[in-house]
């Protein structure tokens, strides 16, 4: 284990090239990098090119790709190509161009080049309407579909502009561009219902009246895209000149306008796509990347990095908002990304250089940050970057490059001081350069400088020094592991974490102990990471594996301390602390090797942050972490610097959609499943009599973190007890269901064990036959009474008639054959010594249940009873006394097992036993149960008593292909506890 933690920590100054990225001083440094997630044909996807986006009533996202319509869960995809037998099965032909939901999203309107096709999300059908063409209107793809406030369907196919007509149900050509030579691109509607039409010639209105486009400006100009803005005003994307926002068009005045370009920071001209995101910023696609306007400086544009963000690429043809505020981005080549703003709250960045290993704060507005090779001074308000100051040091007589870990600032002597693998250094500001001052060759990893201006030298192998810089000389030293963190008490004592333990350390006695070594709360011998007072009045320890603790201090001349683990059942409790940070609010914000964690001021609740919510994906450096003045955290990790206030961090209620995704029915009279709803979210499911099983699939819609959630399911009526399952098995079956009503619940849960209230209900009512129905079950019951009293009443007449001798010989043969019958079925099923069923019989049952196993799956398990050195009794005491003892056992053995079990006596002093039922775990219980009894029963035999035990092996029919397997497979375990010393159940 040690080992490995040093190997973890060592990684702290291996990690990544430098690279030098001076942010700056605009205000496009601190916006919030947003961090998608991405999703192309590897994941499931039909085909690499999304060039639409819409959602539909349900959550579901769909897609348009070149090989048709895509819809997705977070988990799965669903494709709907060409029609094969049925147009209403597919689309007319398989390259899709445009998607958009009817205002009530119960509906999908999908643009192609062979027309517009509708599609019903309740049926997965479709309708097929082609675009009208003649000599003058070609057929062409469908560029652009927009629906406006009144539900109307317009549709732009290259020159001509169409709308639907819900009377004759078809599209209806409205007008034409009359320019031969040019196309429409886009189409708007206003809140006075005038309709505008973008084209590669300039901007055009349509007067309604004469069904005619009229230029309206802009003549001559190429433009891609237009989109009405909440202020109703207009933004209009262009080929070449990038993008404007018209605020006054609908009064045709186009003389005020501000334009974005490549000049302004637009990473292209070339404009494909505008989205207005609800917090009041604007997303730009274009044909070099992702751009967004912030609502707060409109001025500055951020572009998005693909390496940073995770985009699918930089060529971006959609963007959609969904309902719940997720972004979602087409690509032309390489799938769709996915981004919830919500999520994304934090800034990390390499604002000086990757893996900042160490922190420390300067000024209110100013950080001292070591890189592997440099220290640089980073004011993070103005964003002025000072450096770097060279780790070129100069040690016994040659210059060489040195790894740097710990940066400190002591403010008594404005000093700062290092830790670096050649020893300890101090900053000259004369010569703004790096002086190894001590300590020389000994690799340190954390220092500290108590109120006497002594530095406390935390090493990798050498133990703790600490030095006096105005005597130039060690005063102290403690051969300890590694060190982490140093954190003072008073101005003699210091709390020092290691690898191997947390100690308490006081540089004038020289004393040191091992604060864990006689603490029952706190694991001895732990990896301690970190140390830090809190403003509760105690100290947070953090640790590798073990969690995280509150140290409170009881005693100040001789400290004892007692430990209060934090949520030990946590996950944070697997992580390796890096960091943790006591905000204003009490909270703590803990970096780990995954991300950053946090607790709440009540130390009841954690969330974690990930990759999805622009934290470092490769983890935070041990102890790289301060918080500044004004509440300001940073900590550093091997992609740079993460930065946010806690007040900043809305974490939001994690609230997904459980979605019953798929259901299918086995009738049988049928050959196969039928598929009865593929797409849409049903409430109630009837089955009848013929309805012998059913399968529910379900998904929870969290497009960013589908592979981090779990569920539970019940199906009340049947079962009330909660199943678990996580998102690769997120279906159950049931079989053959008594008639009646039940509700199938299934929630969903993420990974801070936080259940989603949006659970999903499917009611369920089986029919019963018709027969089984109170009136005919009333019907035939009166009948056959009716019918049996006939019967019994011409019985009776004919049996007066028959004479006495008769009857009496009848009595006698049928005593006699009863007789006869009851002999033979014993002979045959029953074995004569101990009355148990025979093998025969045994045999007959345990393939009755593999029957009911292959048909119902009802499960079985096999226990295999053996008597121990059974041999030895019968030598011992004779074999009557042997065949005593085994009719004992016996029936030790069959009254404690349940009715439904079958029990045989299976040869010599062999038993077999079938349980139905029961897995393998509850198999083993069962046969504890029977071994305990044995071993505690004293069997008086013939004057004798005579002590026995069994030995017992377990097998589970699930495991074997047939009950001949599953005995071998339990008779090779009763060998093995027969080898292993008897009087043991194996399993």
């Given at each position: 284990?040690?080992?490995?933690?040093?190997?973890?920590?060592?990684?702290?100054?291996m990690?990544?090239?430098?690279?030098?990225?001076?942010?700056?001083?605009?205000?496009?440094?601190?916006?919030?990098?947003?961090?998608?997630k991405?999703?192309?044909?590897?994941?499931g996807?039909s085909?690499?090119?999304?060039?639409?986006?819409?959602?539909?009533?349900?959550?579901?996202?769909?897609?348009?790709?070149?090989?048709?319509?895509?819809?997705?869960?977070?988990?799965?995809f669903?494709?709907?190509?060409k029609?094969?037998?049925?147009?209403?099965?597919?689309?007319n032909?398989?390259t899709?161009?445009?998607?958009?939901?009817?205002?009530?999203?119960?509906?999908l309107?999908?643009?192609?080049i062979?027309?517009?096709?509708?599609f019903?999300?309740?049926?997965?059908?479709?309708?097929?309407?082609?675009?009208?063409?003649?000599?003058?209107?070609?057929?062409?793809?469908?560029?652009?579909?927009?629906i406006?406030?009144?539900?109307?369907?317009?549709?732009?196919?290259?020159?001509?502009?169409?709308r639907?007509?819900?009377?004759?149900?078809?599209?209806?050509?409205?007008?034409?561009?009359?320019?031969v030579?040019?196309?429409?691109?886009?189409?708007?509607?206003?809140?006075?219902?005038h309709?505008?039409l973008?084209?590669?010639?300039?901007?055009?209105?349509?007067?309604?009246?004469?069904?005619?486009?009229?230029?309206?400006?802009?003549?001559?100009?190429?433009?891609?895209?237009?989109?009405?803005a909440?202020?109703?005003?207009?933004?209009?994307?262009?080929?070449?000149?990038?993008?404007?926002?018209?605020?006054?068009?609908?009064?045709?005045?186009?003389?005020?306008?501000?334009?974005?370009?490549?000049?302004?920071?637009?990473?292209?001209?070339?404009?494909?796509?505008v989205?207005?995101?609800?917090?009041?910023?604007?997303?730009?696609?274009?044909?070099?990347?992702?751009d967004?306007?912030?609502?707060?400086?409109?001025?500055?544009?951020?572009?998005?990095?693909?390496?940073?963000?995770?985009?699918?690429?930089?060529?971006?043809?959609?963007?959609?908002?969904?309902?719940a505020g997720?972004?979602?981005?087409?690509?032309?080549?390489?799938?769709?990304?996915?981004?919830?703003?919500?999520?994304?709250?934090?800034?990390?960045?390499?604002?000086?250089?990757?893996?900042?290993s160490?922190?420390?704060?300067?000024?209110?507005?100013?950080?001292?940050?070591?890189?592997?090779?440099?220290?640089w001074?980073?004011?993070?308000q103005?964003?002025?970057?000072?450096?770097?100051?060279?780790?070129?040091?100069?040690?016994?007589?040659?210059?060489?490059?040195?790894?740097l870990?710990?940066?400190?600032y002591?403010?008594?002597?404005d000093?700062?001081w290092?830790?670096?693998?050649?020893?300890?250094?101090?900053?000259?500001?004369a010569?703004?350069k790096?002086?190894?001052?001590?300590?020389?060759?000994?690799?340190?990893?954390?220092?500290?400088?108590?109120?006497d201006?002594?530095?406390?030298?935390?090493?990798?192998?050498?133990?703790?020094?600490?030095?006096?810089?105005?005597?130039?000389?060690?005063?102290?030293?403690?051969?300890?592991?590694?060190?982490?963190?140093?954190?003072?008490?008073?101005?003699?004592?210091?709390?020092?974490?290691?690898?191997?333990?947390?100690?308490?350390?006081?540089?004038?006695?020289?004393?040191?102990?091992?604060?864990g070594?006689?603490?029952?709360?706190?694991?001895?011998?732990?990896?301690?990471?970190?140390?830090?007072?809190?403003?509760?009045?105690?100290?947070?320890v953090?640790?590798?594996?073990?969690?995280?603790?509150?140290?409170v201090?009881?005693?100040?001349?001789?400290?004892?301390?007692?430990f209060?683990?934090?949520?030990?059942?946590?996950?944070?409790?697997?992580?390796?602390?890096?960091a943790?940070?006591?905000?204003?609010?009490?909270?703590?914000?803990?970096?780990?090797?995954?991300?950053?964690?946090?607790?709440?001021?009540?130390?009841?609740?954690?969330?974690?942050?990930?990759?999805?919510?622009?934290?470092?994906?490769?983890?935070?450096?041990?102890?790289?972490?301060?918080k500044?003045?004004?509440?300001?955290?940073?900590?550093g990790?091997?992609?740079?610097?993460?930065?946010?206030?806690?007040?900043?961090?809305?974490?939001?209620?994690?609230s997904?959609?459980?979605?019953?995704?798929?259901?299918?029915?086995?009738?049988?009279?049928?050959?196969?499943?039928e598929?009865?709803?593929?797409?849409?979210?049903?409430?109630?499911?009837?089955?009848?009599?013929?309805?012998?099983?059913?399968?529910?699939?379900?998904?929870?819609?969290?497009f960013?973190?589908?592979?981090?959630?779990?569920?539970?399911?019940?199906?009340?009526?049947?079962d009330n007890?909660?199943?678990?399952?996580?998102?690769?098995?997120?279906?159950?079956?049931?079989?053959?269901?008594?008639?009646?009503?039940?509700?199938?619940?299934?929630?969903?849960m993420?990974?801070?064990?936080v259940?989603?209230?949006?659970?999903?209900n499917?009611?369920?009512?089986?029919?019963?036959?018709?027969?089984?129905?109170?009136?005919?079950?009333?019907?035939?019951f009166?009948?056959?009474?009716?019918?049996?009293?006939?019967?019994?009443?011409?019985?009776?007449?004919?049996?007066?008639?028959?004479?006495?001798?008769?009857?009496?010989?009848?009595?006698?043969?049928?005593?006699?054959?009863?007789?006869v019958?009851?002999?033979?079925?014993?002979?045959?099923?029953?074995?004569?010594?101990?009355?148990?069923?025979?093998?025969?019989?045994?045999?007959?049952?345990?393939?009755?249940?593999?029957?009911?196993?292959?048909?119902?799956?009802?499960?079985?398990?096999?226990?295999?009873?053996?008597?121990?050195?059974?041999?030895?009794?019968?030598?011992?005491?004779?074999?009557?006394?042997?065949?005593?003892?085994?009719?004992?056992?016996?029936?030790?053995?069959?009254?404690?097992?349940?009715?439904?079990?079958?029990?045989?006596?299976?040869?010599?002093?062999?038993?077999?036993?079938?349980?139905?039922?029961?897995?393998?775990?509850?198999c083993?219980?069962?046969?504890?149960?029977?071994?305990?009894?044995?071993?505690?029963?004293?069997?008086?035999?013939?004057?004798?008593d005579?002590?026995?035990?069994?030995?017992?092996?377990?097998?589970?029919?699930?495991?074997s292909?047939?009950?001949?397997?599953?005995?071998?497979?339990?008779?090779?375990?009763?060998?093995?506890?027969?080898a292993?010393?008897?009087?043991?159940?194996?399993?």
């Open positions: 284990m040690k080992f490995v933690v040093v190997r973890f920590l060592v990684t702290a100054t990690l990544f090239p430098i690279i030098f990225s001076f942010a700056a001083t605009s205000r496009a440094a601190d916006f919030p990098m947003p961090v998608f991405s999703f192309s044909i590897e994941e996807l085909q690499v090119s999304v060039l639409d986006i819409a959602e539909d009533k349900n959550g579901y996202i769909w897609l348009a790709t070149q090989s048709g319509l895509d819809r997705f869960d977070g988990n799965e669903k494709h709907f190509g029609w094969q037998k049925d147009k209403s099965d597919g689309l032909t398989v899709t161009f445009q998607i958009e939901s009817s205002l009530d999203k119960e509906y309107w999908i643009g192609s062979a027309g517009v096709s509708k019903h999300i309740e049926t997965a059908t479709f309708e097929h309407f082609p675009i009208s063409v003649s000599s003058e209107i070609k057929a062409g793809s469908i560029k652009r579909i927009k406006d406030k009144s539900g109307n369907v317009w549709v732009i196919s290259g020159r001509a502009l169409y639907f007509s819900t009377l004759l149900n078809k599209l209806v050509q409205i007008a034409v561009l009359e320019n030579t040019s196309t429409l691109t886009d189409i708007v509607i206003d809140r006075n219902s309709v505008w973008s084209s590669t010639s300039g901007l055009y209105k349509l007067n309604s009246a004469f069904n005619t486009l009229e230029l309206q400006q802009l003549a001559g100009k190429k433009l891609t895209l237009m989109a009405l909440a202020d109703e005003s207009l933004w209009i994307g262009t080929g070449a000149n990038g993008l404007c926002r018209y605020p006054l068009f609908t009064n045709n005045d186009f003389s005020a306008s501000t334009c974005f370009d490549e000049i302004n920071g637009l990473s292209s001209n070339d404009v494909l796509n989205l207005f995101q609800r917090n009041g910023n604007i997303w730009v696609a274009t044909s070099s990347g992702v967004i306007i912030p609502a707060k400086e409109a001025s500055e544009i951020v572009s998005l990095s693909v390496s940073r963000s995770n985009l699918a690429n930089n060529y971006i043809t959609s963007l959609y908002q969904t309902d997720t972004v979602v981005a087409g690509s032309r080549d390489n799938g769709f990304s996915i981004y919830h703003p919500v999520l994304a709250n934090f800034s990390t960045s390499a604002v000086i250089s990757n893996n900042i160490g922190i420390a704060t300067h000024t209110d507005s100013s950080l001292w940050l070591a890189t592997h090779d440099n220290l001074h980073y004011n993070y103005s964003g002025k970057v000072n450096g770097p100051y060279t780790s070129k040091i100069k040690s016994e007589g040659q210059v060489s490059s040195n790894k870990l710990t940066v400190h002591d403010k008594p002597s000093s700062v290092l830790s670096t693998r050649a020893g300890l250094a101090k900053l000259n500001t010569t703004e790096l002086d190894l001052v001590a300590l020389e060759g000994k690799a340190g990893y954390t220092l500290n400088v108590d109120a201006g002594d530095v406390w030298y935390g090493g990798y192998s050498d133990g703790v020094f600490v030095y006096r810089p105005s005597e130039n000389r060690v005063i102290r030293q403690w051969p300890i592991s590694l060190t982490t963190r140093i954190v003072f008490e008073d101005n003699e004592s210091a709390w020092l974490a290691s690898i191997s333990g947390l100690y308490f350390a006081n540089k004038f006695t020289g004393e040191i102990r091992n604060i070594e006689n603490s029952t709360n706190f694991p001895d011998g732990a990896v301690v990471t970190w140390v830090s007072r809190s403003i509760r009045g105690g100290y947070w953090g640790t590798q594996a073990n969690g995280i603790y509150f140290m201090v009881e005693d100040n001349d001789e400290p004892t301390v007692s209060t683990q934090i949520e030990a059942d946590s996950y944070l409790s697997n992580l390796s602390i890096g943790i940070i006591e905000d204003q609010e009490n909270a703590l914000w803990i970096s780990t090797t995954v991300g950053i964690a946090h607790i709440d001021s009540t130390l009841s609740s954690i969330s974690y942050f990930g990759a999805q919510n622009g934290v470092s994906e490769s983890g935070y450096y041990i102890g790289s972490a301060v500044t003045g004004d509440d300001t955290i940073f900590m990790s091997p992609q740079g610097l993460t930065r946010f206030k806690p007040t900043d961090i809305k974490q939001q209620p994690w997904p959609k459980v979605n019953i995704s798929h259901i299918e029915i086995i009738d049988e009279h049928s050959k196969g499943a598929n009865l709803f593929p797409s849409t979210n049903v409430d109630e499911l009837v089955l009848n009599s013929d309805n012998v099983s059913f399968s529910v699939e379900f998904a929870a819609l969290d960013t973190r589908a592979n981090e959630v779990s569920y539970a399911y019940k199906l009340s009526g049947f007890r909660w199943r678990f399952t996580d998102h690769r098995r997120r279906g159950v079956t049931y079989t053959n269901l008594d008639p009646g009503n039940y509700t199938l619940t299934i929630r969903a993420n990974k801070e064990k259940w989603s209230p949006n659970e999903a499917l009611q369920i009512s089986i029919v019963p036959p018709w027969w089984e129905k109170p009136v005919w079950r009333s019907a035939i009166v009948s056959a009474f009716l019918l049996l009293t006939l019967l019994v009443w011409w019985r009776i007449q004919t049996l007066k008639h028959r004479s006495v001798a008769l009857a009496k010989m009848v009595e006698e043969k049928t005593k006699d054959l009863e007789d019958v009851e002999k033979l079925t014993l002979i045959s099923s029953q074995d004569p010594l101990t009355g148990l069923k025979n093998r025969r019989y045994f045999t007959s049952r345990a393939h009755e249940a593999w029957d009911s196993y292959e048909r119902y799956a009802q499960a079985f398990s096999l226990l295999i009873v053996d008597i121990d050195w059974f041999k030895q009794i019968n030598d011992t005491y004779g074999h009557h006394v042997g065949d005593l003892v085994l009719v004992k056992v016996a029936e030790l053995l069959r009254t404690n097992l349940r009715n439904s079990d079958v029990i045989c006596r299976w040869g010599g002093e062999e038993f077999l036993i079938l349980l139905p039922q029961l897995n393998v775990h509850e083993y219980w069962v046969g504890e149960k029977l071994r305990k009894s044995v071993e505690k029963a004293s069997f008086h035999c013939e004057g004798y005579v002590n026995v035990t069994i030995t017992a092996g377990i097998a589970d029919i699930r495991e292909d047939s009950v001949e397997q599953c005995i071998h497979a339990a008779d090779k375990k009763l060998y093995k506890g027969k292993d010393g008897r009087n043991a159940v194996v399993k």
